[in-house]
């Protein structure tokens, strides 16, 4: 991959990266549209992150399909995909890895503590195989997004990161490779998600500001079916990701939200802006 990159590199091109995990959807295809009308080669890479899942999540039952996915992109007019193996990107004496400290405890971290720490080890690896003048995230991991732009500042990697809006099924459920998990029930009650924010959203709109009382009219939303099974909902600065207690129309945020749905693990967010 990087003899690739070298030869467009040599040759003027700009190159961009669409880091996944395959499965893909319409927002993957997004992305990869993004990409394509920023960058002369877009590099796709479909790996299913072992360092990313902690011991009793869906490592194992991560959907994939590769055929399914190598015709989706051949279809989009990606120019490469990227398909390592496990043990090509974690070889036996495999040791270094990176960490964001302290955005990565909140949130998604506090339940998924070692989860970051797999992610922006990965994606420093594949911006180090694929060496892409541009790399592009999906709104819908906005804390990912946080996390890894952190990790840029901090080592100094010079590539643009591009973060494009969340994809939505016409009744608003963000798209998601795990969305296939959901039973008929489960994909109606996943709507909650959602609606909750809306509702925030909403509720901003008519002038309320306290965190707190915004938190908790969304989960009576959450709560108004059987199904769910609330993780968090945090309202961060959207620059600083830091939560926040009252909401000033200074500054921008995120209202995020992870929820399981059944045994399905979902997270969705906005970006507020007053
Ligand atoms: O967002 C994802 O699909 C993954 O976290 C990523 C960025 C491809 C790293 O494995």
Redesign the pocket.
């Known amino acids: 991959m990087q003899r690739i990159s070298d030869k467009l590199k040599a040759a003027g091109k700009s190159i961009g990266l669409v ?3 395959g499965y893909l959807h319409k927002g993957h295809l997004s992305l990869i549209k993004k990409s394509k009308s920023k960058c002369n080669i877009t590099v796709v ?1 479909i ?3 072992p360092t ?1 899942f902690a011991p009793n999540e869906d490592l194992s039952k991560y959907p994939r399909d590769i055929k399914r996915d190598k015709k989706i992109l051949t279809a989009a007019g990606v120019d490469y995909l990227f398909y390592p193996e496990a043990d090509e990107i974690y070889p036996s004496g495999f040791q270094t890895h990176v960490e964001v400290e302290n955005i990565t405890k909140i949130l998604e971290g506090e339940f998924r503590p070692s989860h970051f720490r ?2 922006t080890t ?2 420093a690896i ?1 911006f180090n195989a694929v060496m892409p003048h541009y790399a592009f ?2 709104q819908k ?1 906005a804390q ?1 997004a946080a996390v ?1 732009k952190r990790m840029m500042q901090d080592l100094k990697i010079t590539l643009k990161l591009i973060v494009c809006p969340i994809v939505r099924e016409k009744d608003g459920l963000a798209l998601s490779s795990r969305n296939v998990y959901l039973s008929e029930k489960e994909r109606k009650d996943a709507l909650v998600l959602n609606k909750s924010l809306r509702h925030a959203e909403q509720l901003v709109k008519e002038g309320e500001r306290v965190v707190k009382k915004i938190i908790s009219e969304m989960k009576k939303i959450i709560f108004s079916v059987d199904t769910s099974n609330l993780d968090y909902i945090g309202i961060v600065n959207a620059e600083s990701f830091e939560p926040v207690k009252t909401i000033s129309s200074k500054s921008s945020y995120y209202i995020l939200i992870a929820c399981k749905i059944g045994t399905t693990r979902l997270i969705d967010n906005i970006l507020l802006k007053i």
């Open positions: 880091p996944t995990m890479s790996f299913v992150n990313q797999g992610v990965i994606v594949l995230f999906g991991d990912q890894i």
